[in-house]
């Protein structure tokens, strides 16, 4: 049996949505927790189950893990103990491999298997072995596990050929406990860096320039336990205000930061979405009928990767010619062969897809290969008319807080059901 969510399309959308904290700064924060000498208490948890993967590799570590309410962990790495990550938890998300930042920081040494995560086409982590090489650790790879080792971690000049957000944040980890000044030179900028930093630093770390493309960390001796608090999920709220530009009669999509948003924003507004921005919400009113836009994904401030497919589910609802260009993940366009079995009229080209509306969608059995995939079928079904029917719903628990429960409350009809494999 395998369990699906469905979804009957056709529906207005009323209402408000509260946005969770945010899944890519979660799952870093819950690792850099480790490199604190005390417990460090984080709120605004999404309830997503790859928090609840992070907790179990934690739990393998010997770290306390408490769960105070639904979005309050305590974590306690009082008496932690360096184990192998050589167990299968660890390829069940992307985001364990910035365990190999923490450890290597805090003991000078970690194995671990390689990471999991979505499927977008190659995935390599050179920059992240670069980085802790160039902080003095020596990497070897063997039997699909990483062992990173230093007898010393000494700071260093690091300048990153593409500007990750995952090599930024493991490099960060691995150098706040090295001697000397580390300097990551082209960093990524992503919201989600600023935060991690912010805890680091509420932990007693010395981190400047999160936030633009030259961040530099010097080493300290000792971490503290602290609070924080996450920021909101960008993705998730681009996704709802996506939604409620598709279905909604006047959404109001509360607990953001707009400019963390600019990008998608704007590209709303040129395709004819009705909007008021305020400080911390997006209230969308019914639009009339949307115009097709081009959009490029760049790294931020420009067009998230992670928005490009929901967005094009809204595209096939806009007149005209839309294309969407990657220039992240080459091959993240799985999702449109999903909307093509609804309907939709998408031409894929290397890199690229170009899409043709409006075309009218139709209920379907559809997969959702990977968490933005899911996103989109979840849009495409609610515009839909009839019954979609998506599939590895895993995926979207990845990275979705609650989203059947937050789309029920604003009048969706989506429930899960089990059926035969
Ligand atoms: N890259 C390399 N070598 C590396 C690292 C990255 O070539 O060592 C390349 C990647 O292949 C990609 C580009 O650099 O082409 C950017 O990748 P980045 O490292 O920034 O991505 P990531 O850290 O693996 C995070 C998010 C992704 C999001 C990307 C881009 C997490 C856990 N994941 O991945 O989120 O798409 O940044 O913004 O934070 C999602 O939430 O659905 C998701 C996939």
Redesign the pocket.
């Known amino acids: 049996m395998e369990e699906v969510m469905k979804i009957e399309g056709g529906h207005l959308l009323e209402g408000e949505v509260t946005i969770s904290g945010a899944?890519?700064a979660t799952?870093a924060l819950i690792p850099a927790a480790v490199l604190a000498n005390g417990p460090v208490t984080i709120v605004g948890i999404p309830q997503i189950a790859d928090v609840e993967s992070l907790a179990n590799i934690l739990r393998l570590l010997n770290v306390e893990v408490t769960e105070v309410a639904q979005d309050h962990l305590i974590i306690d790495p009082t008496h932690m103990v360096n184990v192998d990550l050589d167990n299968d938890i660890v390829t069940k998300l992307?985001?364990s491999y910035y365990f190999m930042g923490a450890l290597l920081g805090k003991y000078g040494h970690v194995r671990i298997r390689m990471p999991g995560g979505?499927y977008?086409g190659?995935?390599?982590?050179?920059?992240?072995l670069k980085g802790f090489e160039a902080l003095g650790a020596d990497v070897v790879y063997e039997k699909g596990c990483y062992t990173v080792s230093a007898k010393k971690l000494k700071g260093a000049k690091i300048f990153l050929d593409?500007a990750?957000?995952?090599?930024t944040i493991n490099i960060m980890m691995a150098s706040v406990y090295a001697e000397g000044r580390t300097t990551i030179e082209n960093a990524?900028k992503?919201p989600?860096i600023i935060d991690v930093a912010t805890l680091l630093n509420k932990m007693g770390a010395r981190i400047r320039g999160a936030g633009t493309n030259v961040i530099t960390i010097d080493g300290v001796r000792s971490l503290t336990g602290c609070f924080h608090e996450i920021i909101p999920d960008r993705?998730e709220a681009g996704t709802f205000i996506i939604i409620a530009a598709a279905m909604a009669k006047r959404m109001v999509v509360s607990n953001i930061i707009p400019q963390h948003l600019e990008s998608l924003l704007s590209k709303l507004q040129e395709m004819g979405v009705k909007m008021e921005v305020g400080i911390d919400k997006v209230v969308i009113e019914q639009s009339g009928k949307l115009r097709g836009v081009d959009v490029t994904t760049r790294p931020y401030p420009g067009f998230?990767?992670?928005l490009q497919q929901p967005l094009t589910a809204l595209m096939t609802s806009a007149e005209g010619e839309s294309r969407v260009s990657e220039t992240?993940?080459m091959e993240r366009f799985k999702h449109c062969l999903e909307l093509q079995k609804m309907g939709a009229d998408i031409e894929l080209f290397n890199g690229s897809a170009v899409i043709k509306g409006p075309t009218h969608l139709y209920g379907s059995k559809v997969s959702a290969t990977d968490?933005?995939c899911g996103a989109a079928m979840v849009i495409a079904g609610l515009m839909a008319e009839g019954v979609t029917e998506i599939h590895n719903v895993y995926h979207i628990d990845r990275?979705y807080s609650e989203i059947d429960r937050k789309l029920q409350t604003l009048g969706a009809k989506i429930w899960r059901e089990n059926v035969q494999d």
């Open positions: 899944k890519n799952v992307r985001a979505c977008l190659p995935r390599p982590i050179d920059l992240h593409i990750s957000v995952g090599a990524a992503e989600e993705i998230a990767t992670d992240i993940y968490l933005r990275g």
